[in-house]
């Protein structure tokens, strides 16, 4: 595709597991692996945005350890170029259960790892970058991610844009994720979008525009949902920098997301 993009965000090595059903408390019921590698939304959104745009630039933290060795070759195996800090703390990890309706519940063990503005890392090189998404960082990263053409963010970093101040291309998020509600900022952000999972979504542009997408064909029958937002947003952040379209765009995040449903595990 010829794009430059970069993720500025966080990576925890993460377990998936099948369960036929959540377990009541106290209960002790069996799991069955069914993947395991480098997810968390920076994670997964790199891999997606190196896949459509040939290659993906990371700019995050981890650990001195097992994990974080493999968890940078396994995303070097899926082009992800990686820049990361050591931490002197153990890579992040998570567990997440899939239930037998797909439906995944996910646990975060230790403090989460991401980059911060006054890390030694490559930050000038975002000035030439086409898009970069931001899943997590402080303040001063962010003003550093929005040195490229296009600047997207996950809503869950609500705070951190706020106090950045900086002007957003878009920001994209969970209605149903009680953590990712949108607050009106003094700069309001060119585009906000809320997905809603089988009934499509909704946005509004700065202009105060509003209005709805349609939900995307499956191109299979849905596996699990571990991921799909984060391909959703990673496809959209690639999409404004090739169409400002929003309407485009979108359908083009539409499907990405739809087609990670339908797909085991974050990647596809």
Same mark, same amino acid.
């Given at each position: 595709?010829? $794009?430059?993009?970069?993720?500025? =965000?966080?990576?925890?090595?993460?377990?998936?597991?099948?369960? !036929?059903?959540?377990?009541?408390?106290?209960?002790?019921?069996?799991?069955?692996?069914?993947?395991?590698?480098?997810?968390?939304?920076?994670?997964? &959104?790199?891999?997606?945005?190196?896949?459509?745009?040939?290659?993906?630039?990371? +700019?995050?933290?981890?650990?001195?350890?097992?994990?974080?060795?493999?968890?940078?070759?396994?995303?070097?195996?899926?082009?992800?170029?990686?820049? &990361?800090?050591? %931490?002197?703390?153990?890579?992040?990890?998570? $567990?997440?259960?899939?239930?037998?309706?797909?439906?995944?519940?996910?646990?975060?063990?230790?403090?989460?790892?991401?980059?911060?503005?006054?890390?030694?890392?490559?930050?000038?090189?975002?000035?030439? +970058?086409?898009?970069?998404? +931001?899943?997590?960082?402080?303040?001063?990263? $962010?003003?550093?991610?929005?040195?490229?053409?296009?600047?997207?963010?996950?809503?869950?970093?609500?705070?951190?844009? !706020?106090?950045?101040?900086? &002007?957003?291309?878009?920001?994209?998020?969970?209605?149903?994720?009680?953590?990712?509600?949108?607050?009106?900022?003094?700069?309001? /952000? %060119?585009?906000?979008?809320?997905?809603?999972?089988?009934?499509?979504?909704?946005?509004?542009?700065?202009?105060?525009?509003? =209005?709805?997408?349609?939900? !995307?064909?499956? /191109?299979?029958? /849905?596996?699990?949902?571990?991921?799909?937002?984060?391909? +959703? %947003?990673?496809? $959209? &952040?690639?999409?404004?920098?090739?169409?400002?379209?929003?309407?485009?765009?979108?359908?083009?995040?539409?499907?990405?997301?739809? %087609?990670?449903?339908?797909?085991? =595990?974050?990647?596809?």
């Amino acid at each position: 595709m010829g $794009l430059r993009a970069a993720v500025v =965000g966080h990576v925890e090595w993460t377990t998936i597991v099948e369960v !036929a059903r959540l377990p009541a408390a106290g209960e002790i019921c069996s799991t069955r692996t069914v993947w395991e590698g480098p997810a968390g939304g920076g994670a997964v &959104a790199a891999v997606r945005m190196a896949a459509l745009a040939g290659e993906c630039a990371f +700019f995050t933290r981890l650990g001195e350890d097992t994990d974080g060795v493999r968890a940078r070759r396994r995303l070097e195996s899926h082009g992800v170029r990686v820049y &990361a800090e050591s %931490a002197g703390l153990p890579t992040s990890r998570a $567990l997440s259960i899939i239930d037998g309706s797909g439906e995944r519940t996910t646990l975060t063990l230790g403090a989460r790892l991401q980059p911060g503005g006054d890390d030694p890392l490559p930050w000038d090189e975002l000035a030439g +970058f086409d898009t970069v998404y +931001f899943t997590a960082g402080d303040a001063k990263t $962010l003003r550093h991610a929005r040195h490229a053409r296009v600047l997207v963010a996950t809503l869950r970093e609500m705070s951190t844009v !706020a106090e950045a101040a900086v &002007a957003m291309d878009a920001l994209v998020g969970s209605s149903c994720d009680s953590g990712e509600r949108y607050r009106p900022l003094e700069n309001p /952000p %060119a585009l906000v979008v809320w997905t809603e999972g089988g009934r499509g979504g909704s946005f509004v542009r700065a202009c105060g525009q509003r =209005g709805r997408y349609p939900v !995307a064909a499956l /191109p299979g029958p /849905p596996v699990d949902t571990y991921g799909v937002g984060d391909n +959703f %947003a990673a496809s $959209l &952040a690639i999409a404004l920098a090739v169409d400002p379209n929003p309407a485009a765009a979108l359908q083009a995040a539409a499907r990405e997301g739809a %087609a990670c449903l339908a797909t085991r =595990g974050p990647y596809r």
